[in-house]
């Protein structure tokens, strides 16, 4: 084999696991293991990637949009006023996609190894990558092997490595625990405010300086209930906005389940089976 398989290390338990699948079935001299790093990650996923190293045999590479872009996630928010849109983050959009892509346009690779796990949700998005960007040349080694994200906990602490503390703690996944993920949903902020509170706030005071610069509500959370679509007031804030009284906080809403996100892996929040237009194209991969 010529040409690297790529795989994508994202911090998670899933990418964890299909990067060492990876290596079983290839080799481990003929794959390149890469991170594609915000800079917002919590420090328990740096000590995550140099055990993972260890137990590949080779090390992770780290790539980044930080500094060569942008000093941190927050210059990308405050730039476009933005921190979640219907087809995903800007943040995500920004600080790893379009790394991911720049990273396959200037170099070789033969495959390109991604962390889905065995659940449709995970099937459709695999789905979607091979239909949307064959270039790509995805595999999806959790997929083929039928594992689920418990399975991929299973195969880590069996080979004793302690999973990420996020996992432990609660949630379902590792994705900018340093300020919370502005991809999650009523449950997720609801349990960062009773463990991290002071992170709360300051994505409160984040989304409110965004709402003011904008002069529209910038909010991460929406609200699906039936009450919502009848007034079509959707939009949460993490605290109440003084601007907007109508628009419901977290304390308002009903306590909720930590859902599991999709993971950041250089393509989050692909999950629309639909060929990709011209608007997605322009809000998530500036083309």
Same mark, same amino acid.
């Given at each position: 084999?010529?040409?690297?398989?790529? %795989?994508?290390?994202?911090?998670?338990?899933?990418?964890?696991?299909? %990067?060492?699948?990876? !290596?079983? *079935?290839?080799?481990? &001299?003929?794959?390149?293991?890469? @991170?594609?790093?915000?800079?917002?990650?919590?420090? &328990?996923?740096?000590?995550?990637?140099?055990?993972?190293?260890?137990?590949?045999?080779?090390? !992770?590479?780290?790539?980044?949009?930080?500094?060569?872009?942008?000093?941190?996630?927050?210059?990308?928010?405050?730039?476009?006023?933005?921190?979640?849109?219907?087809?995903?983050?800007? %943040?995500?959009?920004? $600080?790893?996609?379009?790394?991911?892509?720049?990273?396959?346009?200037?170099?070789?690779?033969?495959?390109?190894?991604?962390?889905?796990?065995?659940?449709?949700?995970?099937?459709?998005?695999?789905?979607? @990558?091979? @239909?949307?960007?064959?270039?790509? *040349?995805?595999?999806?080694?959790? $997929?083929?092997?039928?594992?689920?994200?418990?399975?991929?906990?299973?195969?880590?602490?069996?080979?004793?490595?302690? !999973?990420?503390?996020?996992?432990?703690?609660?949630?379902?996944?590792?994705?900018? +625990?340093?300020?919370?993920?502005?991809? =999650?949903? !009523?449950?997720?902020?609801?349990?960062?405010?009773?463990?991290?509170?002071?992170? *709360?706030?300051?994505? =409160?005071?984040?989304? /409110?300086?965004?709402?003011? +610069?904008?002069?529209?509500?910038?909010?991460?959370?929406?609200?699906?209930?039936?009450?919502?679509?009848?007034?079509?007031?959707?939009?949460?804030?993490?605290?109440? /906005?003084?601007?907007?009284? /109508?628009?419901?906080?977290? &304390?308002? @809403?009903?306590? %909720?389940?930590?859902?599991?996100?999709?993971?950041?892996?250089?393509?989050?929040? +692909?999950? &629309?089976?639909?060929?990709?237009?011209?608007? /997605?194209?322009? +809000?998530?991969?500036?083309?």
């Amino acid at each position: 084999m010529n040409d690297p398989v790529v %795989c994508w290390w994202s911090g998670g338990i899933t990418s964890a696991v299909a %990067c060492k699948k990876a !290596i079983e *079935l290839f080799g481990v &001299d003929n794959c390149l293991l890469l @991170m594609i790093d915000t800079f917002n990650e919590d420090l &328990d996923t740096y000590r995550f990637k140099d055990d993972c190293s260890s137990w590949y045999g080779k090390d !992770i590479q780290t790539i980044s949009a930080i500094p060569k872009y942008y000093r941190s996630i927050q210059d990308v928010w405050y730039k476009y006023l933005s921190l979640n849109v219907a087809h995903g983050a800007i %943040c995500s959009a920004e $600080l790893k996609r379009k790394v991911r892509i720049e990273w396959q346009k200037n170099n070789r690779y033969s495959y390109q190894v991604f962390g889905f796990e065995f659940t449709k949700k995970e099937m459709n998005r695999a789905l979607s @990558m091979a @239909m949307n960007y064959p270039e790509s *040349l995805a595999i999806f080694p959790l $997929l083929l092997y039928g594992y689920e994200k418990e399975r991929c906990i299973e195969i880590v602490t069996d080979s004793g490595i302690v !999973i990420p503390r996020a996992y432990q703690s609660g949630f379902k996944n590792n994705n900018c +625990l340093k300020t919370g993920c502005v991809q =999650a949903g !009523i449950g997720y902020w609801q349990k960062m405010k009773r463990e991290y509170l002071v992170r *709360l706030y300051n994505m =409160a005071m984040i989304e /409110h300086e965004l709402t003011d +610069l904008k002069g529209e509500p910038v909010t991460i959370l929406r609200d699906q209930s039936n009450e919502a679509k009848e007034t079509g007031n959707f939009q949460v804030f993490l605290v109440k /906005h003084p601007d907007y009284p /109508h628009l419901k906080c977290i &304390d308002d @809403m009903p306590e %909720c389940k930590v859902e599991p996100l999709i993971e950041c892996n250089g393509f989050c929040g +692909l999950d &629309d089976l639909n060929p990709v237009n011209k608007t /997605h194209e322009l +809000l998530n991969l500036g083309a």
